[in-house]
């Protein structure tokens, strides 16, 4: 089995959270080969934590930036994910991991990733389910993620498909862009879910540096910039409101989509990906999401054999 990743966390102020993850990471059937912890200038015990780790750990590696003075979502994070990066001899590792700290993962999740990467070499970008802990019930409660593509909080990449989309973008949206980058070159985007690959989110997904609305409003900005086209922005801002926050998350996504179209905010430079993504969105509309990844995984079959013989 093919198994040697790395992981590369960027983090800010995650000392509420991050020893769950940390204890679940160093607890998995097959530990990463290198774990790259990036610390984008916390404040708060964020640092001590991770020096107690680091001197238990061999494969856990540190990298401290400076204190911008405030938590950065979405470029922010890339920013503080590629200083990681660039620290990695990328070549040395089969798979690579872009993982949150604010997480508890299951402790077959890695090994279970790898397993499926290798057994469909097609396999670009994979995750399991986030799910969160209603704190009233104790409900373990999925958060409705689609099956189009892998979770931004774990991303789980084959190094040569990673390479070949060109990494992520540094914008908002750089973890739904890279799904759609996948499948135009005939790779397979997924996430699963499985029992030892539901893992827990401790923290709201798209809950943002202010609030859970903030996050929705940023999300519709995000389509916008990736080039979403109207109809299928207000379907999915339509489907939104019967989510939690019910009614007003879904409105806050039509809301941001719409206010960057009045502000004429920037969109992504390439026609070419904007085109394939607006495709893809008519068919979901048209015969389901499900359906329409699988005809578009089966038509780009072609471009994945042509470079992959």
């Known amino acids: 089995m093919l198994a040697s990743y790395v992981v590369i966390s960027p983090c800010r102020n995650e000392a509420e959270f991050m020893r769950n993850t940390l204890d679940s990471v160093v607890n998995q059937t097959v530990l990463p080969t290198l774990w790259v912890i990036v610390d984008d200038g916390s404040t708060d015990d964020t640092p001590k934590i991770l020096l107690e780790y680091v001197q238990q750990y061999s494969f856990i590696r540190v990298v401290t930036r400076d204190n911008r003075g405030h938590r950065s979502v979405g470029p922010g994070v890339i920013d503080a994910f590629y200083e990681g990066l660039d620290t990695v001899d990328l070549k040395q590792f089969n798979f690579l991991c872009k993982l949150d700290l604010d997480l508890v993962l299951p402790p077959r999740y890695f090994e279970t990733l790898i397993s499926k990467m290798n057994d469909n070499p097609r396999l670009g970008n994979c ?25 931004g909080a774990s991303k789980f990449y084959r190094r040569e498909c990673f390479e070949e989309i060109g990494g992520f973008i540094r914008q908002v949206m750089w973890d739904g862009i890279d799904g759609h980058r996948c499948r135009q070159l005939g790779w397979i985007a997924i996430s699963w879910d499985e029992p030892d690959l539901r893992f827990t989110h401790l923290r709201p997904m798209g809950s943002s540096q202010n609030n859970i609305i903030t996050g929705r409003i940023r999300h519709g900005a995000g389509q916008y910039f ?13 489907y939104r409101t019967t989510r939690p926050p019910v009614i007003i998350g879904g409105l806050a996504m039509i809301w941001g989509y719409v206010k960057s179209g009045l502000t004429r905010a920037p969109r992504y430079e390439d026609d070419e990906l904007i085109s394939f993504i607006r495709k893809y969105q008519w068919a979901s509309l048209l015969k389901g999401k499900k359906r329409a990844t699988e005809d578009i995984n089966d038509k780009q079959l072609g471009v994945w054999t042509d470079k992959h013989p």
């Open 226 to 238: 990736m080039g979403t086209g109207i109809i299928y922005m207000l379907a999915s801002g339509l």
């Open 127 to 151: 995750s399991g389910k986030p799910y969160y802990i209603n704190k009233i019930t104790g409900e373990f409660i999925s958060e409705g993620c689609g099956d189009e593509n892998a979770i």
